[in-house]
């Protein structure tokens, strides 16, 4: 039969394999997060339920350190500083909150991306550090803090379950006394190899590189595409004409939390891109949109949420030359924040106090804000002014008026704070803006199912498209522009439960198919592009661009084919649906004005690690990631073990020498008596 070497551990050990860790990212100044110690940390487990459970973990229990097993809704700013400062604890694990807390979670700050916007000291310096608004009032802080212990997030129940049973069996405390050995313990390993900051790590792997063969980096920075498509067709290796006017269009496509690669983003991220993507659709539908005076960009920024790394790099690249648009050619923008949790149905209009002073730019501002209420006419969706004195909230547009004085309006669903309680955190999920889906339907089905959020997301989609009409010059009625809510469905399922659905599987290229995971996350990250941006590229190519009649060849070398117009356009060989009759696709080729343009922040292709221009953050690297929980025996025990070990091997060191130092004699062979000597 097979041998399996690797028996005794598993006999040991109990994996845990769902779980995400809090891993140290840093930047020009700080290093934030969490790490293990080289080999792991370990600590008997002690279940913390409810706070006064953090007695035993802090001064009673007489088997420090601990690792915590922490209920979700003790996970926050208070309790985790409590733990910060103490040597009792070796570790935390930390279960998700079942509903939500209704008091409201967010690790990130009060004042987001403080520091990188428009106001400073120079400009509007009123409005500076969020002296005006607090736009995130509910903000710990917590994932900018620094813990030099790790802390995982147990995503499977089964798996909580298992150490939860671990605990009972052999770890609660018995009539007031420790209890005895074997206690349950836990190992987390999540050591990181950058330390201090982003200027001390990129200096280490900048002189590893020079001097190494084999270089070995210990931070990367946060990188991935900003995506962008333009409603007319333009030259995107050439440079647009100075004196066309293109309208921006532009919302963020990622999001963050405390863990790993946790960002469900819904209402930080998923609602408004998803938005402006069915709005775009709508604009593409009208037949006049070649006419029109003015082009319109659709722009999706990739990581904003640490310190506008896409929209620094798109402003950084239209100033250099580096990009087909100039900023001069920018007529107008308009930015979808957060657009999901509406109050009474109103949509705010957030603009900049600062530039609008200016005489030219308060007309042009003007007539903005009176195109966008007069497109909500008739709509169930109102846009109002958020106040003349009030400042931009945390918004893209912020990078672009630090260049330059643009008219621009940012929507939100917020006066002032926001409204989703969960920013930045692992709560903002579906159910954070209403998804809700009839009992027992297939997945098929719930695909297709048109939720009330889908609805009035479309009705925002299609109040935007037709203002973008009109902005960029059309004199149709704009009654037939509709974004469709079924399209909107589509997204939102595809974005927020399920990516790999028949959907997202007929419009991607056969050769990524393996990017559709199951559960969507929209962090960042350093290996790009990032799922999100690969589908937030092939659903705006499907929902914007036209099908061609090229073969397979022709598609995939657009250069070869006379009437191409490779500089206009780019095309997509995608998988197409399955063939009803059969499990074969029919693959098709799509022709887009859709283009990925790098967002790493300046700082990086400057070199300027330290810079307060630019965003400066990176992501430590780490080499192994992972949990288990196993039963560990007393100390005395384990010295007695060792003792009599070291015996036995004294022992038999002696044994050994004695028998070789005698071999001759011990193992002489005796004469055979009948043997005659000649």
């Known amino acids: 039969g097979s041998c399996q070497g690797n028996s005794v551990e598993r006999k040991i050990y109990i994996p845990l394999n769902k779980t995400a860790p809090c891993v140290r990212l840093l930047n020009a100044t700080h290093q934030i997060g969490c790490q293990s110690s080289i080999s792991g940390d370990t600590g008997v487990i002690h279940v913390v339920e409810k706070e006064e459970d953090l007695n035993w973990v802090l001064a009673d229990g007489p088997h420090p350190p601990y690792m915590i097993l922490l209920n979700g809704s003790l996970f926050n700013r208070r309790v985790m500083l409590q733990l910060k400062g103490t040597s009792r604890v070796s570790g935390l694990a930390v279960t998700v909150a079942k ?40 903000g710990s802080g917590l994932s900018y803090e620094d813990f030099d212990f790790p802390i995982f997030l147990l995503e499977d129940a089964n798996e909580t379950q298992v150490i939860k049973q671990c605990y009972q069996d052999h770890n609660v405390p018995r009539d007031g006394s420790g209890p005895e050995y074997p206690l349950c313990a836990m190992q987390l390993f999540s050591h990181m190899h950058a330390v201090t900051s982003t200027v001390t790590c990129m200096r280490r792997s900048s002189l590893q590189s020079t001097f190494s063969i084999n270089p070995e980096v210990v931070c990367d920075p946060l990188l991935d595409y900003n995506v962008w498509s333009t409603l007319q067709p333009i030259n995107s290796s050439g440079k647009v004409d100075p004196e066309k006017e293109v309208i921006i269009v532009a919302t963020r496509i990622d999001s963050h939390s405390f863990f790993w690669n946790i960002a469900p983003g819904a209402e930080s991220a998923v609602s408004s891109f998803v938005t402006h993507l069915a709005a775009a659709e709508a604009l593409h539908k009208v037949s006049d949109v070649h006419l029109l005076q003015r082009n319109i960009m659709f722009t999706f920024f990739q990581g904003e949420t640490f310190d506008y790394i896409g929209s620094s790099r798109m402003v950084y690249d239209m100033e250099k030359d580096k990009f087909p648009l100039r900023l001069d050619n920018i007529h107008s923008f308009v930015e979808l924040n957060q657009v999901a949790l509406r109050n009474d149905s109103i949509l705010w209009m957030h603009t900049d106090p600062v530039s609008r002073m200016n005489e030219s730019v308060e007309v042009q501002v003007r007539n903005l804000l009176d195109i966008l209420s007069s497109s909500s006419v008739g709509a169930s969706v109102t846009l109002q002014e958020a106040g003349y004195s009030q400042p931009l909230p945390p918004s893209s547009f912020q990078r672009f008026l630090r260049a330059r004085h643009i008219p621009g309006v940012v929507l939100t669903d917020h006066k002032t704070a926001f409204q989703n309680r969960y920013y930045q955190s692992m709560y903002d999920t579906p159910e954070n803006i209403q998804m809700q889906y009839p009992e027992g339907l297939s997945p098929e089905e719930t ?193 007695i073990t060792l003792v009599v070990g070291i015996a036995i091997l004294i022992f038999s060191l002696l044994a050994t020498y004695f028998i070789n130092a005698k071999a001759d004699v011990l193992f002489s062979i005796p004469r055979d008596p009948g043997a005659v000597a000649y």
């Not at 509903?99 to 009060?110: E, T």
């Not at 197409?576 to 300046?602: I, Q, W």
């Not at 400066?616 to 025990?637: C, D, G, P, Q, Y």
């Open 99 to 138: 509903p939500s807390p209704p008091q409201g979670f967010s690790p990130g700050l009060k004042c987001p991306n403080d520091g990188f916007g428009v106001y400073s000291k120079d400009y509007g310096p009123q409005f500076a550090h969020c002296n005006k608004t607090v736009w995130n009032p509910v």
């Open 447 to 639: 695909l297709e199912y048109v939720t009330d959020t889908a609805k009035s997301l479309a009705e925002v989609a299609t109040v935007v498209a037709r203002a973008l009409y009109r902005l960029a010059g059309g004199a149709n009625n704009t009654s037939a522009i509709q974004a469709d809510p079924k399209t909107v469905s589509r997204m939102l399922y595809g974005f927020l439960i399920k990516m790999n659905n028949s959907w997202f599987q007929s419009i991607i290229k056969p050769d990524i198919k393996g990017i559709l995971g199951d559960v969507p996350q929209h962090y960042v990250a350093v290996s790009s592009p990032v799922n999100t941006t690969y589908l937030v590229q092939y659903v705006l190519a499907n929902l914007t661009g036209t099908v061609v009649n090229l073969t397979k060849e022709e598609c995939l070398n657009p250069d070869k084919t006379p009437s191409s117009e490779k500089e206009m356009y780019e095309y997509a060989w995608v998988q197409g649906s399955l063939d009803p009759n059969s499990t074969s696709r029919v693959p098709y080729c799509v022709r887009s004005t859709v283009h990925l343009s790098k967002a790493l922040s300046p700082a990086f292709e400057l070199r300027q690690w330290g810079s307060t221009e630019y965003s400066t953050w990176t992501e430590s690297r780490w080499k192994e990631i992972r949990a288990r929980i196993f039963l560990v025996a007393s100390k005395e025990l384990e010295i």
